[in-house]
């Protein structure tokens, strides 16, 4: 089955720090979405990536679908402490109504 | 705006015992998912539903079922319960006639001792 390849692992970071994230597939994926959990509470969306080359803005955070349509990256300016929590890509092969493959996860902590 | 419900949030068993997860989706939308989250691990696809036909089965064991009602919430199945079940179980909805686009619930907490 499909794989999503997510790094890092984990990133410790100082407040005010930018970062990013990415993922990568074997598998050509035609929409990706980057959600953010906190312990014990269900994914939310940040970010949704439609077409090749897309580049999308929310706030402080900026994803990239990429061109192969088989990576996407996320920024994050300026962190900020309630920005810890981990970070999952995700890749859907439709555009509607199909099943979600994720990736393994970024764990981000905010030192103050 | 109304979210995705799910109950109960924690549920505790006993091995070969059942339990059943319920899910109400965001209103409007007509297609709802099922995912696996084990300790550490990412969400794993295990079920979907699409006006209340199953539209995508994944690695979902034989001692699960589920269905999508009239009313389009769903509800999960589990029986013959085993320790490996415990787990964050979440539901996710979407509206087919838009692009992809799926939120999730605040998730299960199953238990199995």
């Known amino acids: 089955g499909q794989q999503l390849n997510q790094s890092p692992q984990s990133m410790f970071i100082q407040e005010g720090e930018d970062v990013s994230m990415n993922c990568t597939s074997s598998?050509?994926?035609?929409?990706w979405l980057w959600y953010k959990q906190d312990p014990g509470e269900g994914p939310v969306l940040l970010i949704a990536?439609?077409?090749?080359?897309e580049l999308t803005s929310n706030g402080r955070l900026t994803a990239q679908f990429g061109i192969t349509r088989k990576d996407s990256f996320l920024n994050i300016s300026a962190s900020i402490p309630s920005d810890v929590g981990i970070y999952f890509c995700a890749g859907s092969l439709e555009t509607s109504g199909s099943r979600l493959t994720f990736g393994e996860g970024t764990q981000l902590t905010v030192n103050p | 705006a109304a979210g995705v419900i799910q109950s109960p949030r924690h549920l505790i068993k006993e091995k070969r015992e059942t339990a059943t997860l319920k899910c109400y989706p965001i209103?409007?939308?007509?297609?709802v998912y099922w995912y696996q989250q084990g300790p550490g691990q990412d969400p794993q696809f295990l079920i979907s539903f699409y006006e209340k036909m199953q539209s995508d089965k994944g690695s979902i064991p034989d001692r699960f079922s589920a269905q999508q009602f009239s009313d389009y919430h769903s509800e999960l199945n589990m029986s013959s319960l085993e320790l490996g079940d415990s787990a964050l179980y979440f539901c996710?909805?979407?509206?087919?006639?838009?692009?992809?686009?799926?939120?999730f619930g605040p998730g299960t907490r199953l238990l199995v001792l």
């Open positions: 598998s050509i994926f035609n929409t």
């Open positions: 990536l439609y077409k090749a080359g």
């Open positions: 996710a909805s979407s509206n087919r006639g838009a692009q992809e686009t799926q939120y």
């Open positions: 209103p409007r939308h007509d297609t």
